[in-house]
């Protein structure tokens, strides 16, 4: 039982590229969500979806987009990369928010040069 | 959601209780109490939560003041590896929006 996967781990992205950062989870969970943590700082919610096909903006979605085609899948798109958005990138699962935690993934660590 | 107060900080010997306090005395009734922690650079683990009654499991015993306007995670017999940072976050239910993660208490467990 994987959990929550995350790749990459790291990436160096310059100004203006773009990349897709890829979240699968295996345990059938509905709730899917990324996170951004700058350093020294607590986890600020980018998006979250309940389920496949429905997605929603969470507390700093600018600069970002996702997609939820399948229940396994979350993937975070980063369209004209920003020093800003240098961060590292948690992405995580859940059955159901009220009765069970967050499953989370390794990271990602991202720079933008 | 309501806002949580914790310590910045806090030192514990190895092998014995850590009690972690959390201030939350603007919770409303249908709002969980969480306790997650984050052992440096890696995801958010997922400890223990609980309503209005006490709770505890494998890892930790959470225990909630009658008036729920704090309160404490106890780790029984901490370890090195508890080194972490540790946030205690309010959630209201029915809500898969939030899991709000303030800047938590660094707990260093010292040998």
């Known amino acids: 039982n994987a959990g929550v996967t995350q790749t990459p781990k790291f990436r160096i992205l310059k100004i203006g590229q773009s990349m897709t950062l890829q979240c699968t989870q295996d345990?059938?969970?509905?709730?899917m969500y990324w996170y951004r943590q700058d350093p020294g700082m607590g986890l600020k919610l980018i998006y979250y979806?309940?389920?496949?096909?429905?997605?929603d903006k969470g507390e700093v979605p600018n600069g970002y987009n996702v997609s939820r085609s399948t229940t396994e899948d979350f993937p975070l798109r980063l369209e004209l990369a920003a020093p800003s958005q240098t961060s590292v990138y948690f992405c995580?699962?859940?059955?159901?928010?009220?009765?069970?935690?967050?499953?989370f993934g390794s990271g990602t660590r991202l720079t933008v040069v | 959601d309501a806002k949580t107060t914790q310590p910045p900080s806090m030192d514990c010997a190895e092998g014995r209780a850590a009690n972690l306090p959390c201030n939350h005395s603007t919770i409303s009734g249908n709002e969980y109490v969480y306790w997650y922690r984050q052992i440096h650079s890696q995801g958010p683990q997922y400890i223990i939560h609980g309503l209005k009654n006490n709770e505890t499991n494998e890892m930790a015993s959470l225990i909630i003041t009658e008036d729920r306007k704090s309160s404490t995670l106890i780790l029984p017999h901490a370890t090195l590896r508890d080194t972490a940072v540790y946030y205690c976050i309010v959630r209201l239910t029915g809500s898969a929006r939030q899991l709000t993660f303030g800047s938590g208490t660094q707990l260093t467990v010292l040998p």
């Open positions: 995580a699962s859940s059955y159901s928010p009220e009765s069970y935690g967050y499953t």
């Open positions: 979806s309940v389920g496949a096909g429905i997605t």
């Open positions: 345990m059938n969970h509905n709730y």
